[in-house]
């Protein structure tokens, strides 16, 4: 006989629960959470709980721990177990997944995805270094693309061709936060989330970066990744009009923050050592107020793209093929 204490109410457990999924968002992505402002309450709270089991998921591996590689892919792969029995069962008493996996259930939210994003997780127990972009531009997929598939079922979507720009926009974020992190990543993490071919072919070296040595070859190098990312961020930007009115503003909000911190890294001449490059509250403000002005004036350019490519629906030349949206179907 299935018994239901009479203290038990799910109604008041979501309290909690939606509260930390918010406080996450608020302490962990600043510029994400501003962006979210431009929504309805009701959709916020679908944004957070989708945010919060991400850096929920992201934190078992990246927050500062004492256990080993080996016991943390074993706690990835008991949060795979549970996401899984919650997802087939509908429910969850994890305070996260309790509130993900009805957003997951409510916005048709495939389960691939989210087991995606904690193979990339898992990905970065193991991996110091990338010999190649496409290895990188892979975990980039894993850790914020698959991210920005979730958050566009959230959104909502006029047309599925929204998918492969949320997949770049995630690439995008994911390579600014590499570059914005070059120097912390080094020293606290011993990790370098740069492509060591293109490091050779600029003559630019491991050392340089533990040695914290700025010259002319890893300005031209920085200036390479800076462009490579500004050109993610032109290309996805493409795709917001696609989305429902709700998702484009937040949307926009968050690349036109974000490529806020490329041009940190352009004001400091590229030196990514003199200084974290981050973003004022002052000037988020700022950016965001240019944005919603734009946004409400269609005859005005949209803030965060310059001029347009020849081919708009191409990627940045020389890019691999973004992987395959039909795959989530």
């Known amino acids: 006989m299935n018994m239901t204490s009479p203290n038990a109410d799910a109604s008041l457990e979501r309290i909690p629960s939606l509260a930390y999924a918010r406080l996450l968002t608020k302490t962990f992505s600043k510029s994400f959470y501003m962006a979210t402002q431009f929504m309805s309450p009701s959709r916020k709270e679908d944004v957070y709980a989708v945010y919060a089991f991400c850096r929920y998921t992201d934190n078992i591996v990246d927050a500062p721990r004492s256990r080993s590689n080996d016991a943390l892919k074993t706690e990835l792969n008991e949060w795979r177990r549970e996401l899984r029995a919650a997802y087939a069962s509908g429910e969850s008493r994890h305070p996260v997944l309790g509130m993900f996996v009805p957003v997951m259930r409510k916005h048709d939210i495939p389960l691939q995805l989210p087991l995606e ?20 531009r892979n975990f980039c997929y894993h850790v914020a693309s698959v991210v920005g598939l979730m958050m566009t079922y959230v959104f909502g979507y006029k047309d599925r061709a929204a998918f492969p720009y949320a997949e770049a926009l995630g690439i995008a974020m994911q390579l600014t936060n590499i570059l914005r992190d070059i120097d912390e990543d ?14 050779a072919e600029y003559g630019v070296t491991v050392e340089q970066i533990a040695e914290r040595r700025f010259d002319d070859a890893m300005r031209r190098f920085i200036r390479a990744q800076v462009e490579r990312a500004h050109q993610y961020f032109e290309y996805a930007d493409q795709g917001i009009p696609l989305l429902h009115r709700e998702g484009q503003a937040a949307v926009r909000a968050a690349s036109s923050l974000y490529r806020e911190i490329l041009r940190e890294i352009e004001r400091a001449d590229y030196n990514i050592f003199t200084r974290r490059p981050v973003v004022s509250t002052r000037r988020k403000l700022a950016v965001l107020a240019r944005m919603m002005l734009s946004f409400r004036l269609p005859g005005m ?25 039909s795959s989530i179907d």
């Open 117 to 136: 994003l904690i193979d990339g997780v898992e990905m970065d127990l193991f991996y110091d270094r990338y010999d190649r972009f496409a290895q990188l």
């Open 301 to 325: 350019k949209r803030m965060g793209s310059t001029a347009q490519s020849d081919n708009p629906s191409s990627m940045p030349p020389g890019e691999p093929t973004l992987p395959p949206v």
């Open 186 to 199: 080094w020293r606290m993490r011993g990790k370098v989330y740069l492509p060591m071919e293109e490091l």
